[in-house]
C-alpha cells in the first residue's frame, strides 16, 4: 500500500481512527510503524492527509489523522468499455483505479455474451474493494464512477450527452483507424506527428476538456456500432497492425492518456 485508504464511518468526532483489518496488519508488519510515526492516509472520496501512529496493538492500530483542505481532483479520463470476460474484468478494476479512470461505464454490444453480465464481478462490493486497491497503489482517493449498460444504442443516441459533454474528447479505438491516439485527440486533421510531440500538443490547450475513451470487444465492434459512435463525435484511432486483448489494449491506452495529462 503506498496510502492507507480511511472510510468516512471509521473516523471519529476527534479525528481519530483505530484499524483492526488487513490495513493494521500492513501498519504493524510491512511498514513496521511504531507510535509517532507518520503515514500517509486518504479519506474515500475526501482529501489526502497525515496519520500518526497513536498506538499499536496485537490486531489493532490507532492513527490520528490531520487532512488536507480539499480532495484531489477528479481523473480527466472515462472509460465506455464493451464488457469483457468476468476473468478479464477481475483482473481490470484495480487497473482503472490505478491508472486514473473518473468514471467506468461498461457496456453490452453485438460480439458480447450476455451470460457476461450475470457475473459476481459486476457485484458493486467486489468491484469496490478492488477500486479502493488500486487508489491506494496511485495515492488517490476519489472512487470511480460505474454504471452497467445494457442497451448500447439507446444510451448513445438519448443519454451520452447528459453523462458526457459534446465539448469533451470522445475517442473510439478501432482497428479501422487510421490516426494515433494522440492525433484524435488534437484535431480531425492534425498532421502525423510523433507521439511525444501529439502529447505535448494536447497538454498545451490547457486540459479543461474531459476525455472518453471507448475500447470494444476483442471480436471488434460491429460496422453499425462503429457508425453509431462516429455520429455521435467519436473519433476513430488505431494502435498499429496488432490485435490486443481487452486487457492489454486499456491499459496500453490508459497509460498514452494519462501521459497526455501528465505533460501539463
Known sequence: MNLIMIFPDEV????????????????????????????????????????????????????SCAWEAAPPPRPAIDLLLAMPRP?????????????????IILTNAEKVERFYFDTHVLDP??????LVEGLQQARDTLLPEVRIVRKLKPFIEDELDGVFPRSGKRIIADPSGTQTVFQALVARDAPLEA???????????GQSERVMLVVGPEGGWTPAEL??????????????????????????????????????
Not at 87 to 103: D, E, H, I, N
Not at 125 to 130: G, L, S, T
Not at 242 to 251: N, P, Q, V
Open 12 to 63: 471519529t468526532s476527534n479525528n481519530s481512527v483505530q484499524l483492526t483489518d488487513e490495513r493494521a496488519k500492513h501498519i504493524r508488519t510491512v511498514l513496521r510503524a511504531q507510535p509517532g510515526k507518520t503515514l500517509r492516509i486518504g479519506l474515500l472520496n475526501g482529501p489526502l492527509g497525515i496519520g500518526m501512529v497513536e498506538k499499536t496493538l496485537d490486531e489493532s492500530v490507532m492513527l
Open 227 to 264: 457508425e453509431l459512435f462516429k455520429a455521435h463525435g467519436f473519433e476513430v484511432f488505431g494502435m498499429g497492425p496488432r490485435i490486443l486483448r481487452t486487457d492489454t489494449a486499456c491499459i496500453a491506452l490508459l497509460s498514452q492518456l494519462s501521459l497526455c495529462f501528465s505533460l501539463e
Open 195 to 205: 507521439d511525444c510531440v501529439g502529447a505535448q500538443r494536447f497538454a498545451a490547450q
Open 125 to 130: 462490493d467486489f468491484y469496490n474493494a478492488r
Open 87 to 103: 476473468k478479464v474484468l477481475k483482473r481490470l478494476w484495480a487497473q482503472f483505479a490505478a491508472l486514473g479512470v473518473g468514471r
